[in-house]
């Protein structure tokens, strides 16, 4: 909101909280929405993330968005190979090399050294509960929180296997609620060709079918590593109960369905950003500069909104299906 002072247009200080939500690759998106947002003076005083969110959000309150940045825009398909730690326990990588970057990246701050209230949101693979992570390492929280069931090991947090905050908040809105913000934005990423999102929007895998699947893969896959992979006890640490690859992927569907059944409504925040994400794919890290770019596009077209300038002329609409006075912006929906 401006006013006019001696026929200057004087800009009043625009603050708001973000929630980053996952997409893997798409994810990117992120870096690309903050950067548009910083290079406009918008003020962003409050983040939560989950998944790839969580990461660049670690990042943004860490000081480091623009060493992100440049290793994402680095990355090659050979380089990320330098993460694929294997196990046999949990899923298909470790994620201590993961682990390692996230240390660099968050320069080993915890939650309580932070300038900026941040909250990374992961899920409590037993009981498909939301934990909301606010204390102790930010590297370790994210690492949590990144760990998709069946091909990163669940991260042991204090006796509790955790994984990807996605599986319960696609985007974590409800975890930046509760931080305050004085109005909440909400980054969505998610697309048609995530799985996640194409089971709860057209609802045409069931589960079970699901389970069926995954099974008839397990009898084909411990045919070729018998009694390795499909472990429930190896690497199990005093106190801490192990997750196997099947139990961790079949507990990810049923805590999926679980969320799918309670997710009818739309993301309750005050605006919502969608960068036109939908022709990548999760895996398409190498196309980091795109993704970036299709951040900022959006965030810029949210501007107007966030500032109060908004006119009929700007390329914003309205989302149909969300409560009264909940934009979207960055994909052209229909109004």
């Known amino acids: 909101m401006g006013e ?4 200057a247009h004087v800009m009043h200080k625009v603050e708001i909280g973000l929630a980053l939500g996952g997409g893997a690759a798409r994810g990117l998106a992120h870096i690309g929405v903050l950067l548009e947002l910083q290079a406009a003076g918008v003020a962003v005083t409050h983040v939560a993330g989950c998944s790839f969110g969580s990461i660049v ?20 398909r050979a380089e990320l190979i330098r993460y694929a730690d294997a196990t046999f326990s949990g899923g298909v990588l470790r994620g201590d090399a993961l682990l390692e970057e ?21 899920t409590d693979l037993e009981t498909g509960a939301p ?4 204390t102790g390492s930010i590297a370790e929280a994210v690492r949590a929180s990144m760990s998709v069931p069946g091909l990163f090991a669940p991260a042991m947090v204090e006796g509790r296997a955790l994984v990807d905050g996605g599986l319960v908040e696609l985007v974590p809105v409800t975890a930046l609620r509760e931080l305050r913000p004085p109005r909440a934005v909400a980054v ?21 079918g699901v389970r069926r699947r995954w099974r008839r893969l397990r009898g084909a896959a411990t045919d070729l590593v018998p009694g390795r992979v499909f472990t429930l006890t190896a690497h199990a640490r005093p106190g801490e109960r192990a997750w196997g690859l099947v139990r961790t992927v079949l507990s990810a569907f049923d805590i999926t369905e679980a969320r799918l059944q309670r997710d009818a409504s739309p993301l309750e925040a005050d605006l919502v950003i969608r960068p036109d994400v939908r022709r990548f794919h ?14 900022r596009v959006a965030a810029r ?27 979207v912006v960055g994909r052209g929906v229909a109004g």
């Open 102 to 122: 996230l240390r660099h990246l968050t320069r080993g701050l915890r939650f309580e050294e932070l300038p900026v209230p941040f909250a990374v949101v992961a």
């Open 188 to 208: 969505d990423v998610s697309s048609q060709d995530d799985v996640w999102t194409r089971v709860a929007t057209r609802a045409r895998l069931s589960v079970g």
């Open 282 to 295: 999760g895996h398409q890290f190498d196309r980091a500069a795109e993704i970036i770019a299709a951040g």
């Open 131 to 134: 934990v909301v992570l606010r």
């Open 301 to 327: 077209q949210a501007l107007p909104l966030l500032t109060g300038t908004a006119t009929v002329a700007d390329p914003v609409s309205w989302t149909r299906a969300a409560p009264p006075l909940l934009p």
């Open 4 to 7: 006019t002072t001696g026929g």
């Open 57 to 76: 959000g670690a990042a943004y309150v860490c000081g480091t968005l623009a060493e992100l940045e440049e290793l994402a825009r680095s990355l090659s």
